[in-house]
Nanobody, 123 residues
Framework: QVQVVESGGGLVQAGGSLTLSCTVS????????LGWFRQAPGKGRDDVAC????????YYAAAVEGRFTISREKTSTTVYLRMTTLTPEDTAVYYC????????????????WGQGTQVTVSS
């Protein structure tokens, strides 16, 4: 069974920082693109940041570029999202996801999804 498990969410004040972690299991023998997505209250799911199967490439949504950093050791099944200079607009459920294969499609066509972890940024 494929498992995608996020952790690290919580409450943080505006201007603060938080780091999310995600580990994927059940796909250890497959190359994986890994990514972070978020869904704010009343809104659809948005891309946040994604990294290619060997971590050579990254993509950041404009709303987070320069503030968030996705990191992963080569082909590791663990990926992190370091979030800094947080604002209330960053409040959302953050989801980790995986896409099988080596083809780089930024944050498109992800296959396996975690349950989400809540990040709440207070004013």
């Amino acid at each position: 069974q494929v498992q995608v498990v996020e952790s690290g969410g919580g409450l943080v004040q505006a201007g603060g920082s938080l780091t999310l972690s995600c580990t994927v299991s059940g796909l250890d023998n497959d190359p994986l693109n890994l990514g972070w997505f978020r869904q704010a209250p009343g809104k659809g799911r948005d891309d946040v940041a994604c990294t290619s199967w060997n971590s050579d490439l990254t993509y950041y949504a404009a709303a987070v570029e320069g503030r968030f950093t996705i990191s992963r050791e080569k082909t590791s099944t663990t990926v992190y999202l370091r979030m800094t200079t947080l604002t209330p607009e960053d409040t959302a459920v953050y989801y980790c996801a995986a896409r099988r294969g080596t083809l780089w499609k930024q944050c498109r066509q992800y296959d396996y999804w975690g349950q989400g972890t809540q990040v709440t940024v207070s004013s």
